[in-house]
């Protein structure tokens, strides 16, 4: 069992795509500098970058440019959903999931 519990499953927490959107225009986005420092630090530029929590890929579309392959998984079908509808870049996928099993 997971250490975080609630009433609520955390896939549920952002039913509907209103508040989705909203999370994704109010978010604080990823600064570029921090996705640069990663690379740097890395030695080189990946060729998949996972991010895991992605929510509405508020900041996953900060990483583009700085990858071959961008991957944003999320529990929330519907931050999937609203990521896949305002963010297209061919670089760039979507998935729901959750991180405890990837």
């Given at each position: ?13 952002f039913v509907g795509s209103d508040l989705s959107e909203r999370y ?79």
């Amino acid at each position: 069992m997971s250490t975080y519990e609630s009433k609520t499953d955390a896939k549920d927490l952002f039913v509907g795509s209103d508040l989705s959107e909203r999370y994704a225009k109010y978010r604080p986005k990823l600064p570029v500098q921090h996705v640069k420092t990663i690379v740097e630090l890395l030695g080189r530029r990946p060729e998949v970058w996972l991010d895991v929590g992605c929510g509405p890929g508020t900041s996953t579309q900060q990483m583009i440019g700085h990858a071959e392959k961008i991957l944003g998984v999320d529990i929330s079908d519907t931050q999937v959903e609203v990521a896949n509808k305002t963010i297209q870049h061919p670089s760039i996928s979507f998935v729901q999931g959750s991180c405890e099993k990837l």
